[in-house]
């Protein structure tokens, strides 16, 4: 059992920075894929970003390549998302998820079977 706890959401400006931390309990964190979606109000949820669960392996949505950063520490079951020159359209509710899935990358929604409670991140214009 995985439980995740999403944290450093907040409001900024475009073109600031937020990092958002999926602080986990249990103790097989480091045996799962992780994960990022996130939803904006009238949107389906998306796909971010997901790091395998050695952190050798990393993939992002094309949205998001070259400014936002997937990363993990097993030693203190969290991971980590560094966002960078963010923008108005990176508003949204962003989910950290843990997945067991074979297949790499993990991209879809239901190759996780854990979530977090979600982290609301507003980029003002």
């Known amino acids: 059992q995985v439980q995740l706890v999403e944290s450093g959401g907040g409001l900024v400006q475009a073109g600031g920075s937020l990092r958002l931390s999926c602080t986990t309990s249990?103790?097989?964190?480091?045996?799962?894929?992780m994960g990022w979606f996130r939803q904006a109000p009238g949107k389906e949820r998306e796909f971010v970003a997901t790091?395998?669960?050695?952190?050798?392996?990393?993939y992002y949505a094309d949205s998001v390549k070259g400014r936002f950063y997937i990363s993990r520490d097993n030693a203190k079951n969290t991971g980590y998302l560094q966002m960078n020159s963010l923008k108005p359209e990176d508003t949204a509710v962003y989910y950290c998820?843990?997945?067991?899935?074979?297949?790499?990358?993990?991209?879809?929604?239901?190759?996780?079977?854990?979530w977090g409670q979600g982290t609301q991140v507003t980029v003002s214009s």
């Open positions: 998820a843990a997945s067991n899935a074979k297949r790499w990358p993990p991209r879809l929604g239901n190759e996780y079977g854990y």
């Open positions: 249990g103790p097989t964190f480091s045996g799962y894929a």
């Open positions: 790091i395998s669960y050695n952190g050798g392996a990393t």
